[in-house]
């Protein structure tokens, strides 16, 4: 509390991210980055930027990042939005299209960040629970409301709608934003993208924090109908012209580019994740079925907080939410073969004692 704060500052509660700890020898399970490095072809293209015109604004627009994207994903670039991070894309999405008078709807169990954002812009919100299996059913969200987001798949749980199911929610809700938040939607499910000429009124954002391995470099997309886009665009322009520096232009360009390096880091992130999931129930852990690139489980016979402490010490980190419902699991992040050993080696001793 601060004489000097305004009212609003006092009232916010601020989302903590996972710890990004100083010490560098720790296996870093916490934060659902990718454990391989970004293509080559998008390294070699942000220092060819930096040679060359660091000097110079980047380009407001980011119009040859949004004709990449338009062209992957088959869509016009008036229906691509970009930002720094997809968090940022999230924030504009909340101000410009999920603040209305009748309260948005989320599960109760979802992003964190989600109700932060509502609390800055001052947005009702509604949390629904997710079934006893930690899914999502459609049905519940038939209710009156302003408009709905979720993550699919579900953070933190991994678990996947199919897209009949996304359908079902849009089909229930034509007067209302549908938001799909698909952080991880490349390890292993169908992207909503291929709803958008269908439904006015979908959003669909997604990052490459996690796929492709740019946590770093601070990029996010959203992607729907030309409208919904001009209102993020508005807000984006009365906020930040240049939220994407050149590096970041240049290195998510080159980055979709190399599709085949994508292809084969994906599918190498998802053969570790099987693995893992067969060794730790084998290990008597619930593994929950995962579509992202980490696991959620629970072990019946040991308090999850205690568990993470217990691998904390032999140099593991792994993301544990004190949160009812999930107060048990812990989120533990699809890591490299080696650093899975290390895992699956340092549970084997903990288990044991
Ligand atoms: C990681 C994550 C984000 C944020 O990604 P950035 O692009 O790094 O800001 C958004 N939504 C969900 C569900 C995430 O897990």
Redesign the pocket.
Known sequence: MNRFWSSVVHKLTPYVPGEQPKQTDLVKLNT?ENPYPPSPKALLAMSAEAAETLRLYPDPNADRLKQTLADYYRVTPQQVFVGN???EV?AHTFMGLLKQDLPLLFPDIS?SFYPVYCGLYGIDYQTIPLNETFEIEPADYGIPNGAIIF?NPN?PTGRLLPLSSIESILKQNTDSVVVV?E??IDFGGESAIALVDQYPNLLVIQ?L??SRSL?GL?V?FAIGHAELIEALERVKNSFNSYPLDRFAISGAVAAFEDQAYFAEQCQRVMSTRERLAEAMSKMGFLVLPSAANFLFVSHPDWDAATLAAQLREQAIIVRHFKQARIDQFLRITIGTDEQTQRLLDALASILKR
Do not use: C, E, Q
Request: charged residues 25%.
């Open positions: 659902n991070g997809s968090d999230l992003y993550p953070a938040d952080a991880y990052t924090s996690k946590a601070r996010g």
